[in-house]
């Protein structure tokens, strides 16, 4: 049983494909080669006091974890861009490297997903990174790839986005569990009570899933509760494989939404780990594989996050019409305006995923919602 109407449910799916529109999305940042498996993004966008926009993400080049991370570059730059023209143009105005991101005994391989987040005191920067020097678990051990690591996540917190470059990496969240074992991309979600949701994706050791999980960071503390590690159970149909949230997104209170308070959570998924070889003569249709994901969208009632209802149940909601449709990593933030501006990797003709953007006005928005 569905936990809304389905007049609103449809309300819904309507404002979630016109603010993820595939057609009118423009580039944002792109990748530092126009082939496949080089990409931008992974990170979200915010508008801090002064009304500047920041959007961060990592740059990935070509690598395989079967040949070792060691072997290649893949993600070697985390990187964030501002605008102080509402997003019309954009400045590089933080770079990090690998080796910027080390902990003692710890060298990090591969930086992933990242989440930027204004705190009251100024910043905080949450990045994952896959690292040598941690392991895998007590009877586990020779399931670790050569020249592979484990994924953790670490908090860097300043005055400033300009900050960030000096502050120290502090890991937040690391798991020993083969289950749940790699810990990543990170997202949050502000609670009006002011506490912090540290949500992230989770892998077993044997790779063979995407998985959803978070934390919580009451109001006025510092540390975070023990994480709950599969709340969102992976789908039946075209996100079997994975379902790796990305982003929680509050409806405006607009019409019947003004008194039912729902959020949107957007999420990857896919068939399978690998590209599949189909049926010459079946219906062709992207499936989604690992780094080639395809978009999936949920709903939440009242910050509910023990239930969540799909709206993309039997199919993907979001597909690039390049490339191999992959579009993945959706963030969506409400500026002070009303507006809702979207960020996402989207797959292109040349199988590169540049960070891609598309702006709802809140006019837009008042009349999907009314």
């Known amino acids: 049983m569905s936990i809304l109407p389905p007049a609103l449910e449809e309300r819904l799916t309507n404002l979630a494909g016109a603010l993820i529109d595939q057609t009118q999305a423009r580039i944002l940042v792109s990748p530092q080669q126009a082939s496949s498996g080089f990409w931008f993004g992974g990170g979200n966008m915010i508008e801090d006091k002064n009304g500047r926009l920041h959007v961060v993400g990592r740059y990935r080049n070509h690598g ?20 102080g023209n509402d997003g019309e143009t954009w400045d590089k105005t933080l770079s990090l490297s690998k080796s910027d991101l080390d902990l003692p005994g710890r060298r990090v391989l591969s930086i992933e997903g990242s989440a930027l987040h204004q705190s009251e005191t100024g910043v905080e920067l949450f990045v994952s990174t896959e690292k040598d020097g941690v392991g895998y678990p007590t009877g586990f051990e020779d399931h670790l790839k050569p020249g592979t690591g484990v994924w953790t996540i670490e908090r860097l917190a300043a005055d400033s986005i300009a900050g960030l470059r000096d502050a120290q990496p502090a890991t937040v969240l690391q798991c020993n569990d083969p289950r749940w074992l790699h810990v990543k991309d990170p997202f949050v979600y502000a609670r ?66 003004r008194e039912t308070p729902v959020s949107l959570m957007f999420y990857d998924g896919g068939e399978s780990l690998r590209n599949l070889d189909e049926h010459a003569t079946a219906v062709m249709r992207p499936r989604g594989y690992s780094c080639e994901e395809i978009g999936g969208v949920a709903y939440l009632r009242d910050g509910n996050l023990a239930r969540l209802e799909r709206l993309s149940k039997h199919q993907p909601s979001f597909v690039s019409p390049m490339g191999t449709g992959c579009s993945r990593y959706i963030d969506v933030l409400q ?10 990797q989207q797959s292109q003709h040349d199988g590169s995923q540049p960070l891609v953007m598309h702006r709802l006005t809140a006019a837009e928005i008042a009349s999907l919602l009314n």
């Open 64 to 83: 395989d974890s079967r040949t070792g991370i060691t072997a290649g570059e893949r993600g070697l730059e985390l990187a964030v861009f501002s605008s």
């Open 335 to 344: 500026t002070r305006s009303g507006d809702l501006l979207a960020t996402w």
């Open 192 to 257: 009006s009570n002011g506490d912090l949701v540290l949500l992230f994706c989770s892998h077993p050791y044997c790779w063979s899933s995407s998985n959803t999980g978070y934390a919580i960071r009451r109001a006025g503390e510092s540390t975070y509760s023990e994480p709950v590690y599969d709340f969102f159970p992976r789908g039946f149909t075209w996100d079997v494989a994975m379902t790796r949230g990305t982003c929680i997104m509050d409806v405006p209170a607009i019409g019947a939404f």
